[in-house]
């Protein structure tokens, strides 16, 4: 795509950032309001030599992109709600083999089928606890066009960097809402590989990790002979049944993203330094947020916003940071209220709304108008 | 004078067969008597015989007993989710045409869970072998029955007999446009691996299903109680006819088992061949 200006809904600005990013590889089956990132896949992947499919479901869909991650691919698909349901279980696979992959969920209204055209933000606590078993993950989440496209590339970045699914959080608003957007030239941003086996085939184990706890990884059809398994497995990949080998795998995949937590949290933060009361928003919720924050300082109340965009591992050092009081707004009946709760010293208010629509700023500020001295 | 004895064929064979294996595994998870060995020593040997390249060459199973075949051969090797060894490959193999592509995994994994993978990876025609390991029943778990039992057979979930209707395998592969589909049994060792180096050099959805005994939770409890009796079992009552009627290939309970090539046809486009056209218009 030539650097410039361009006029871009969030899932065209996800496909594209995708492939800005580096993917070649793209699975995936049509699901509101997420099909416009496949339709905008199968129209360009194979412009830039890329490769895109239409799989039969959403389950074939993320064993597509794990396979196809496997022979050294950048990959991706996309999806929403009872989508990202099914793509669970190999979500734990992609985990456990550590596969570098990123996955577009696109939230609307839920549970079920819920709102398919209309807003959510249900999925915060599904995108780290989604699949069976305690592991850690890496969850993004814009608020913007612009945003959307910039934090993909740091999205396949994080993917390739620590060898784990990147589930990048869009919602139904963000996908289908167009925006003014620039693109970059090829060569302003940074792009990270995966690490490759610096030892020959034979002597490399498949999963032997350096000391930032990640261990190289060799491509099909190199002759390292790779064998990968969901099953407990050991440094040379072989499933290994016992809970030794599981105290040091599981520790392993959970410390190698808690580690460099840090490196990974990107966090908004407007009016914070002096606020007594701060709303904590996601997402194109934020947004409206934001205004209601500016509306708020005209009133005299000391009110700001702490944006999470990354999501998982969460930010609470950020949380811990401030002795104000936090209101968390989202759209849901309480997800990351829970984790303000767990970092917060003073008091945490929830402000939820059950999806379909945004906070509107007249009901952030009315809550805010409590904090008025 | 003492010289050094010269390797027989067979030897050669077997060393040749171990250098495809994980050697250092073993033993196996499989049980005394299981027809899963015969079927992936097959599957070698058609490999050496084939010329295939290991380093070159992918396989990938689901899971359950078949499924642990991936975790015993010496190549890039896949033990994935249950019923999602298809897609998986397909992803490999869309991403990397040059790749030798096999699925290697049981009848429960492929046709029940993966059953829709199955299906819409044949009409698709991707170019990836499947080596269908149809021992009746999910061994793995203890012994259910599955979508491949014969009606009437007698299993842990149906212990007044099956009332469940079989898959016909090879039926449904050439309904969907499978260009080489064969059945055999763990007893026609030869065939099968002349079907598996044929399959290996053609192109396309290829399907082989091998009907495998596993006597220790499926015969035992349907009156074959040796490995023996269900190798018998194959060898009296598996009938050769190429050109059978789909009528003719269903299975049923300790009944007659039709095997031989039942498709194999040539220059059929697979998925990976159209998309590099695909690749071509977008281009232009």
């Known amino acids: 795509m030539k650097p410039g200006y361009y006029f871009w809904s969030g899932d065209i600005a996800a496909a594209e950032g995708g492939i800005f990013a580096g993917c070649r590889f793209y699975a995936g089956y049509p699901i509101t309001p997420s099909s416009e990132i496949a339709e905008r896949m199968a129209l360009r992947l194979p412009q830039v030599g890329g490769k895109f499919i ?102 396949f970045n994080y993917a390739e960097k620590y060898r784990v699914p990147v589930i990048f959080l869009l919602d139904a608003m963000l ?63 072989y499933p290994q049944l016992t809970a030794e080998a599981q105290e040091k795998l599981i520790r392993r995949i959970n410390d190698k ?24 928003a996601m997402g194109t919720n934020a947004r409206t947020v934001k205004t209601a924050v500016d509306e708020a300082r005209k009133e005299g109340i000391k009110a700001g916003l702490l944006r999470p965009i990354t999501i998982w591992p969460f930010p609470y050092k950020y949380i811990e940071k401030y002795s104000a009081d936090y209101i968390v707004a989202e759209i849901n009946y309480g997800q990351i209220y829970h984790k303000v709760r767990e970092y917060a010293d003073n008091k945490v208010e929830l402000l939820p709304k059950m999806g379909g629509e945004l906070h509107k700023p007249h009901e952030i500020l009315h809550a805010l108008r409590r904090y008025k001295k | 004078m003492i010289t050094a004895k010269k390797k027989s064929t067979m030897e050669l064979l077997r060393d040749n067969v171990e250098s495809l294996l994980r050697t250092e595994r073993f033993p196996h998870v499989w049980c005394p008597g299981c027809g899963i060995g015969i079927v992936l020593n097959a599957f070698l040997r058609a490999m050496i015989r084939a010329k295939k390249d290991p380093n070159k060459t992918v396989v990938v199973s689901g899971i359950g007993c078949t499924g642990r075949a991936a975790g015993y051969v010496n190549m890039d090797s896949f033990h994935t989710t249950h019923g999602r060894a298809i897609p998986f490959a397909v992803g490999i193999k869309f991403a990397r045409p040059e790749l030798n592509v096999v699925v290697f995994s049981g009848d429960g994994d492929l046709f029940a869970i993966g059953g829709n993978h199955f299906i819409n990876a044949a009409r698709r025609n991707h170019d990836i072998l499947v080596i269908a390991v149809n021992n009746f029943t999910y ?146």
Not at chain 1, 102 to 131: C, E, H
Not at chain 1, 200 to 215: A, K, M, S
Not at chain 1, 259 to 280: G, P, Q, S
Request: charged share 25%; proline share 7%; hydrophobic share 35%.
């Open chain 1, 175 to 237: 996908a289908h809402m167009y925006e003014k957007i620039y693109v970059p030239s090829e060569d302003s941003v940074e792009r990270i590989e995966r690490k490759k086996p610096t030892k020959p085939p034979g002597e490399q184990l498949i999963y032997e990790p350096d000391d930032d706890l990640i261990p190289p990884m060799p491509s099909i059809g190199e002759g390292y002979k790779i064998h990968a398994s969901g099953l407990t497995h050991n440094e040379k990949g």
């Open chain 1, 54 to 155: 239409e799989m039969e479901d959403e389950i074939g869909s993320i064993a597509a992109i794990i396979g196809a991650s496997w022979t050294g691919e950048k990959a991706m698909t996309a999806t929403s709600g009872p989508g990202i349901s099914l793509m669970n279980e190999n979500i734990g696979l992609a985990v456990m083999t550590e596969v570098p992959v990123v996955i577009v969920n696109a939230m609307r209204g839920a549970p079920s089928t819920g709102l398919p055209t209309l807003v959510g933000q249900g999925d915060f606590m599904q995108a780290k606890w989604g699949s069976h078993g305690s592991y850690e993950i890496i969850s993004l989440y814009p608020s913007s066009v612009q945003e959307t496209f910039d934090l993909m590339i740091d999205a």
């Open chain 2, 139 to 284: 061994g793995m778990t203890g012994g259910q029955h599955g979508p491949t039992t014969p009606t009437g057979a007698y299993t842990t979930t149906t212990p007044y007999g099956n009332p469940d209707r079989p898959f016909n395998i090879p039926h449904l592969a050439i309904s969907l446009g499978a260009p080489f589909v064969a059945r055999w049994t763990t007893y026609h060792l030869m065939q099968l691996q002349n079907s598996i180096y044929t399959a290996l050099n053609r192109k396309g959805f290829r399907v082989i299903e091998v009907i495998s005994q596993c006597p220790t939770v499926y015969g035992r409890r349907n009156e074959m109680k040796s490995p023996l009796e269900m190798m018998e079992y194959f060898r009296k009552f598996s009938v050769r006819k190429d050109g059978a009627t789909f009528d003719e290939m269903e299975l049923t309970y300790n009944g007659k088992i039709v095997v031989g090539v039942f498709r194999d046809v040539q220059g059929i486009p697979t998925y990976e061949e159209r998309y590099n056209e695909i690749i071509r218009r977008a281009q232009k």
């Open chain 1, 257 to 280: 993203i808690r580690k460099h937590a840090e490196e990974i949290w990107k966090v908004e933060e407007y009016r914070t330094e002096d606020a007594d009361i701060i709303v904590v």
